[in-house]
């Protein structure tokens, strides 16, 4: 079994920082892209950042510049450090990784967490 737990979201001002944290756990031998996802009221689950297991990240156009994501390959964790943030952030933040647990005959699987709540308000 493989888990992905979250942590770090709240409450902050606009202008405001926030560090999202999600850590893997469980059958795994290696792990491929991790990143985050965010579904707002009312709307579809979309891709904020994600980062290869090499370190290359990509963003979203909406949070280009203000959102950093980064990992650490030795503890299974990926993490979303975003700053200036803006109301239209506020969303479910989901973590999302691609992990194989080892066994031959099996495939690559994603898994996500159950994600984090970030509102952004004054």
């Known amino acids: 079994q493989v888990q992905l737990v979250e942590s770090g979201g709240g409450l902050v001002q606009p202008g405001g920082s926030l560090r999202l944290s999600c850590a893997a756990s469980?059958?795994?031998?290696?792990?491929?892209?991790m990143g985050w996802y965010r579904q707002a009221p009312g709307k579809g689950r979309e891709l904020v950042a994600a980062?290869?297991?090499?370190?290359?990240?990509n963003y979203a156009d909406s949070v280009k510049g203000r959102f950093t994501i980064s990992r650490d390959n030795t503890k299974n964790t990926v993490v979303l450090q975003m700053d200036n943030l803006k109301p239209e952030d506020t969303a479910v933040y989901y973590c999302n990784a691609d992990i194989w647990d080892g066994r031959p005959w099996r495939r690559v699987m994603k898994y996500w967490g159950k994600g984090t709540l970030v509102t952004v308000s004054l």
């Open positions: 980062i290869t297991s090499g370190g290359h990240a």
């Open positions: 469980g059958s795994i031998f290696e792990i491929n892209d």
